[in-house]
């Protein structure tokens, strides 16, 4: 196996991760959040922090470094305008998903104390579950627009 087919099938990989586990976390987090039950978002709350922080954030790692192996060993130039799109939507997807690793801990802590406290869930977590929500669809879209960028390739 070649070092370019290694880091093709990592970079890959990695993308499924990052878009796999972003989509399973706003799945879980959705279905939790339509019971009401804040003993029920704290323990999924718990499991899609863990899920961020071991899955999501290993793949935004992993994936600009396998990306620009690929670009040296393809040839491509840096600022070859497909993959400067790439980089901008990148970039507007980590500034949406920063702030929601915030936000779901912050969901999850309100939900704990709210479920030991055996109360409703408190206006703050509906305030943030909506910034959550909002924050969600531009970094979704961005990832389906990058999956566009690496395989079509378009010439602007």
């Known amino acids: 196996m070649t070092a370019y087919v290694l880091l093709k099938i990592v970079h890959i990989l ?7 586990t972003g989509a399973g976390i706003a799945f879980f987090m959705l279905r939790a959040h339509a019971t009401k039950d804040a003993r029920t978002v704290a323990e999924v709350g718990r499991i ?3 899920a961020d922080f071991v899955f999501t ?11 620009l192996g690929l670009i040296h060993l393809q040839g491509w130039s840096l600022t070859s305008p497909w993959l400067l799109a790439a980089y901008g939507l990148y970039v507007l997807i980590g500034v949406c998903w920063l702030p929601v690793v915030w936000i779901q801990y912050r969901m999850m802590k309100l939900a704990e104390q709210a479920a030991g406290e055996g109360a409703a869930l408190p206006s703050a977590y509906h305030r943030l579950f909506r910034w959550w929500f909002a924050l969600g669809w531009p970094a979704f879209a961005g990832v389906l627009a990058i999956y566009w960028l690496m395989v079509a390739k378009p010439d602007f």
């Open 14 to 20: 990695s993308g499924a991760v990052l878009f796999g």
């Open 48 to 50: 899609v922090v863990l």
């Open 57 to 67: 954030a290993t793949a935004v790692v992993i994936q600009p470094i396998s990306g």
